[in-house]
């Protein structure tokens, strides 16, 4: 989904190019260069809140009753925690329906600190793989491909949708996935 959202919003992409080609240049990508990738950090959460994997990330099975929102849930019941309905809400994020990986910036997370906003903020909302027990175990070494692979295809590549407007809604299978899946359109940088 980080190419789509790219493909959408070639400012963003660009901006993300450039960084790519401050910080790692032309050569192999290291785990130096990837702690130092701050807007890529930005554009990957910003598609996680945009555009989730799976729309909740966490669940478990209540050891005691549980009152939500008035409603008793006993005791022996699978709980979902829906993070996507939080990540979209007006109420916790400001226009939620535009990528802007800028709200993830170190100073943005830092207004949000003591605000209800900061909800959005919280480990097990802003973690694709899960947090604390029950992660996933595989999350570091998957989230280190997918940013050297978006290195190495940013610096060659140009990525772009054509036509330009494709309106796609996201619907749940295994995960999620656009429908219909949009036609993009790839240029070559060099």
């Known amino acids: 989904m980080v190419l789509l959202n790219l493909g959408q919003n070639p400012k963003v992409q660009e901006k993300l190019y450039q960084e790519i080609k401050e910080v790692v240049g032309d050569g192999d990508v290291t785990e130096e260069h990837l702690e130092k990738l701050e807007y890529m950090r930005q554009v990957f959460r910003e598609s996680h809140r945009l555009t989730p994997l799976f729309p909740g990330s966490t669940f ?3 050891d005691r009753p549980l009152v939500v929102s008035g409603f008793e849930v006993p005791a022996g019941t699978r709980f979902h925690f829906g993070t996507a309905a939080i990540q979209k809400d007006p ?3 400001e226009n939620p329906e535009d990528f802007i990986p800028e709200r993830w910036s170190k100073e ?3 207004k949000r600190k003591v605000t209800p906003q900061e909800i959005i903020d919280t480990l097990v ?3 694709p793989f899960g947090y604390g027990p029950r992660m996933c175990l595989g999350y570091r070494f998957a989230q280190n491909e997918i940013r050297v692979f978006l290195c190495h295809l940013l610096r060659d590549w140009k990525f772009s949708y054509d036509p330009a407007q494709q309106p796609y809604k996201a619907e749940m299978f295994a995960g999620m996935r656009p429908v219909p899946f949009p036609k993009m359109k790839m240029e070559s940088r060099k």
């Open 60 to 62: 478990r099975i209540l």
């Open 91 to 93: 109420r916790y994020v």
């Open 108 to 110: 943005a997370v830092s």
């Open 125 to 127: 909302i802003a973690k």
